[in-house]
């Protein structure tokens, strides 16, 4: 197999797709650059893994194009992309090892080179000692260790991986998220989509987040940080008296009365002061702290 002479970014361009009036796509955009981790979010059903299948071939778009570098993704680009479906694709009754081998010859390795690559991915995954069981004697999570396996057997220029973490233990997790981070050193584009907001927010270059077949945010957590505002927490003043509301620069107040926590959403240019003033006059404060939204936060918000 010939890997291309640059690396090159993975480019989605203005893609729509309809199933009857469901508008499952509807003009979605964004670059993978090389060595650039991309966390794809959205609740189900908003069409991370439609995107995902178009990129593949395995769908095609109504309108819109897919391109690796500057072609659009035909079909030897698409044997160089690695691909992790959300739906597990592994023959059960087929050992691990030659069935690994067996799809990496697929993508144009050769025998020898397909067994070496099959022996190395499970060694690094942590499943050598499987090489010769039946995939449908693992447990669920060595078999998407060798899911994520199959997806890298054949050396890909692009990884496409649809909730490569669900159903893995911390271990796995570590593992996979190292291997995530020496192809990205290795200037491969990599897309991934999970709902473990939190893996996503610790291993991605930029997110884009995706609601009802549209990207509705799109960019560096920090970036989507300073776009949603400012977080102020406050604890002490009695939640259940709604002592925020409508305070000027409160842009949104959530009041927890079990934790007694006070969680505002604030314009950058919000007189602090103001705030702290009505909180004391609800009682003491015990904490009063400027907060950065996590990406839970902003999920919550866009979706």
């Known amino acids: 197999m010939t890997r291309s002479p640059s690396p090159q970014a993975l480019e989605v361009r203005g893609l729509r797709k309809a199933y009857g009036e469901v508008r499952a796509l509807d003009d979605v955009s964004f670059t993978v650059g090389p060595g650039e981790i991309f966390g794809f979010v959205g609740s189900n059903g908003a ?9 593949l071939g395995v769908l095609a778009a109504d309108a819109g194009d897919v391109l690796l570098g500057d072609e659009p993704i035909d079909f030897e680009r698409r044997r160089r992309i690695g691909y992790m479906p959300e739906e597990r694709g592994l023959y059960p009754k087929m050992k691990v090892g030659p069935q690994l081998a067996y799809l990496a010859r697929l993508h144009g390795l ?24 039946d995939v449908a004697d693992l447990s669920l999570g060595n078999q998407q260790r060798v899911q994520l396996a199959a997806a890298l057997v054949h050396d890909p220029a692009v990884l496409v991986l649809d909730e490569p973490f669900s159903g893995l233990d911390p271990v796995a997790v570590d593992v996979m998220s190292e291997v995530l981070k020496d192809k990205a050193a290795q200037d491969v584009p990599i897309l991934f989509s999970s709902h473990q907001l939190e893996l996503v927010e610790r291993l991605c270059d930029r997110v884009g987040i995706i609601s009802g077949g549209r990207i509705t945010a799109l960019g ?35 009041y927890s009365v079990d934790t007694g926590v006070t969680r505002l959403r604030v314009t950058p240019d919000v007189d602090d002061q103001l705030i702290l003033t009505a909180a004391l006059r609800h009682g003491p404060v015990h904490r009063f702290a400027a907060t950065a939204p996590s990406l839970t936060d902003l999920f919550r918000e866009l979706v």
């Open 220 to 254: 560096t957590v920090d970036e989507l940080r300073a776009a949603d505002g400012t977080f102020l927490e406050v604890t002490g003043p009695d939640p259940a008296s709604h002592w925020a509301d409508d305070l000027p620069g409160v842009l949104d107040a959530d």
């Open 110 to 133: 050769t025998r020898d080179d397909a067994e070496a690559a099959a022996r190395a991915w499970t060694e690094r995954l942590g499943i050598a000692q499987r090489y010769d069981d």
């Open 47 to 55: 069409g991370k893994s439609t995107t995902m299948r178009i990129i």
